[in-house]
């Protein structure tokens, strides 16, 4: 169904950024944020249920457990940025269960990082995107898909045990939902894959 990673599970709050060019990927999700700022060319990501283009000068913010993916039109060039909530905790509990309407933003001004060399600038930076957040688009409560939502309980029971074999009747079990439903759900959105391989 779904890939999970762990950017914002480390022990230490994240603040990862790199360059992609023509790069295409799968649905996933994580506990982090995530900016993908287009320098050059075109991007179309699917966020959740809605899919949308990503212009030069402009960025769209994914927001913690997102299911998101994109796709880069031929010579595009653009600047992936991860960071963990507790980087941007004022912003993150007060939007607690809430997502953009709009999650594509203008900004004139390119991410450059050479001067962030400590937290405070991190933050200072970050929390300008935020800003930019709150100006341009209206955050609204979550909406999940009852699909939506299992894989949710699904995620934070593998997440919860990973350590232990975790097999689909297992989980069905521990989560409540009937495993004949769960296998059907799998089959239907095959087209995806999730963290853990059952058996």
């Known amino acids: 169904m779904v890939l999970f990673q762990h950017f914002g599970l480390e022990s230490k709050p994240i603040f990862k950024h790199f360059d992609v060019t023509d790069l295409n990927y799968p649905i996933h999700l994580h506990r982090a944020f995530e900016i993908l700022y287009v320098r050059r060319g075109q991007v179309q990501e699917q966020v959740d249920d809605h899919v949308y283009h990503i212009n030069p000068r402009q960025f769209i913010i994914v927001f913690p457990n997102q299911i998101h993916g994109f ?6 060039t653009a600047t992936i940025i991860l960071f963990s909530p507790e980087i941007i905790s004022a912003f993150s509990e007060q939007y607690t269960d809430q997502v953009p309407d709009n999650p594509v933003i203008f ?3 390119p ?3 050479e001067h962030m060399n400590n937290i405070f600038g991190i ?3 970050l929390y300008g ?3 930019k957040v709150v100006e341009q688009t209206r955050l609204a409560p979550r909406k ?4 939506l ?6 995620i934070d029971y593998i997440n919860n045990h990973y350590q232990e074999e975790c ?8 989560i409540g939902y009937d495993y004949v439903y769960l296998s059907k759900l799998f089959q239907k959105n095959d087209e995806y894959f999730i963290y853990k391989i059952f058996k």
């Open 71 to 76: 796709d880069m039109a031929p010579n595009t």
């Open 129 to 131: 995107l935020c800003n």
């Open 111 to 113: 991410p450059e990082f």
């Open 167 to 174: 097999t689909l009747k297992q989980i069905s079990a521990a």
């Open 123 to 125: 933050k200072s930076f």
């Open 107 to 109: 900004d004139s001004t």
């Open 149 to 154: 939502t299992t894989i949710h309980l699904i």
């Open 144 to 147: 999940a898909s009852s699909q």
